[in-house]
């Protein structure tokens, strides 16, 4: 996929419509329809809540809400989630 370095890895959603793509090297979280097409991208690079530093490893808990490995900042993010008209919206 274009505009990324390094390594990502993906997840589906609890929505059969968008994937999840941790990019580690650009120290971002990009969304996907199931055909690749980008959605949106939230983060870059930093410490503070909803920044990351080489994220590693996305998932969606059972309420919905990404769970990412904040690799570089030694910690797990739980960043809360809401769907509306099956759209995903991340809230900071």
Do not use: W
Not at 22 to 39: E, I, T
């Amino acid at each position: 996929m274009k505009g990324f370095r390094h390594s990502c890895s993906e997840t589906y959603t609890n929505l059969p419509t968008q994937v999840i793509v941790s990019d580690s090297g650009n120290h971002r979280v990009q969304v996907f329809d199931k055909y690749g097409r980008f959605l949106f991208k939230f983060g870059r690079e930093g410490s503070a809540d909803g920044l990351f530093k080489y994220p590693r490893g996305v998932a969606v808990d059972r309420h919905g809400n990404i769970v990412i490995g904040d690799s570089g900042n030694n910690r797990v993010q739980v960043l809360l989630c809401v769907v509306l008209k099956d759209a995903l919206v991340v809230l900071l």
